[in-house]
């Protein structure tokens, strides 16, 4: 296949986001996955500075108090306040949110109006897959894949949107979203037990469009590869969606601390391209994919890289 015109979408505010000495989701780890993107290989990766998402992106996922109150939510410099015992906001927090927000609108705007890029892979702090419509957790504020998701579909009139989650911990915040509306598709493969408790086999939406692949700890490639084969990838493509999201958490590496999966970097690469290839089939291969988890920075850099290489096809 010939390569693809990709945009990364990042900026400076998401360093500005400081949950707190030696929390893992640090602004190290964005670092780790930028320098990773400067390597020759990517001299072809065209780069955005993410916008801020506006009221209206927000209030499609997010209730107006919701927004309002993590919006207020402003702490004096080196002042941190605690959401809950592992979610925290700086002074930088609220500006960081709202960008990583817009941009995954940002990467939809990219791959379906400007015509111009293909994919896109929003570089971003901090995460969202595990914010519902109205509690924050997991170290996530707003669900800016849905928040794209739902972009898609006001602005463009995209009918069916499917989000493939592979980080290591299940996406109870874009399930919620999700598993009532018939529109959208999710996907995920996660450790259980393991945060949040969620993502049982039995939770499968309203007519299917939810698909849940709970790995047990010291599960390695073989039953991650089949999880995605054997089930989400044939309901995937079942579902036909006009665009294809991804949470891009990449904790279940082996080297992860927070975890016990034992993927290797290969493994992200495999997932990657399978993706791409459901892409082709039913969305003109218009992909957008948003950084999610991973706190191990080697094999955070390393897995990253060879995400974004798939999205390039390089």
Same mark, same amino acid.
């Given at each position: ?28 780890? @964005?670092?780790?996955? @930028? ?9 072809? @990766? ?119 989650? /592979? ?26 037990? @393991? ?28 039953? /991650?590869? %089949? ?62 994919? %948003? ?24």
């Amino acid at each position: 296949m010939p390569s693809m015109s990709t945009l990364l979408i990042s900026h400076p505010a998401f360093l500005e986001h400081d949950p707190g000495e030696h929390h893992p989701e640090c602004p190290d780890r @964005l670092r780790a996955v @930028l320098a990773a993107l400067e390597q020759e290989s990517f001299a072809l @990766l065209e780069r955005a500075a993410a916008p801020a998402a506006t009221a209206e992106q927000l209030l499609r996922v997010h209730p107006q108090h919701y927004v309002e109150t993590i919006l207020s939510i402003r702490p004096a410099a080196n002042e941190i306040v605690m959401i809950d015992g592992d979610t925290a906001m700086s002074a930088g927090s609220a500006e960081a949110a709202l960008r990583a927000a817009g941009a995954v609108v940002a990467g939809v705007d990219a791959v379906l109006a400007a015509g111009s890029v293909d994919t896109a892979f929003a570089a971003v702090r901090p995460p969202g897959h595990h914010a519902t419509p109205e509690i924050p957790g997991g170290f996530c504020l707003f669900n800016n894949v849905a928040i794209g998701a739902r972009h898609a579909q006001a602005r463009y009139g995209i009918e069916r949107v499917a989000i493939l989650d /592979f980080d290591v911990h299940h996406g109870q915040g874009t399930q919620a979203v999700v598993e009532a509306d018939a529109s959208l598709f999710y996907g995920s493969s996660h450790q259980y037990p @393991l945060y949040p408790g969620t993502g049982s086999t039995r939770e499968h939406g309203i007519d299917g469009n939810v698909v849940n692949v709970p790995l047990a700890p010291n599960s390695g490639s073989s039953d /991650f590869r %089949a999880g995605w084969s054997e089930r989400i990838l044939p309901q995937l493509d079942r579902f036909a969606p006009e665009l294809l999201i991804i949470s891009a958490g990449f904790d279940a590496h082996k080297r992860d601390p927070l975890a016990q999966l034992r993927l290797e970097t290969e493994d992200f690469r495999w997932i990657s391209e399978e993706l791409m290839r459901i892409a082709d089939r039913h969305t003109r291969g218009r992909v957008v994919s %948003a950084l999610e988890g991973g706190y191990d920075l080697d094999a955070l850099a390393a897995a990253t890289a060879a995400h974004v290489r798939a999205l390039m096809r390089v």
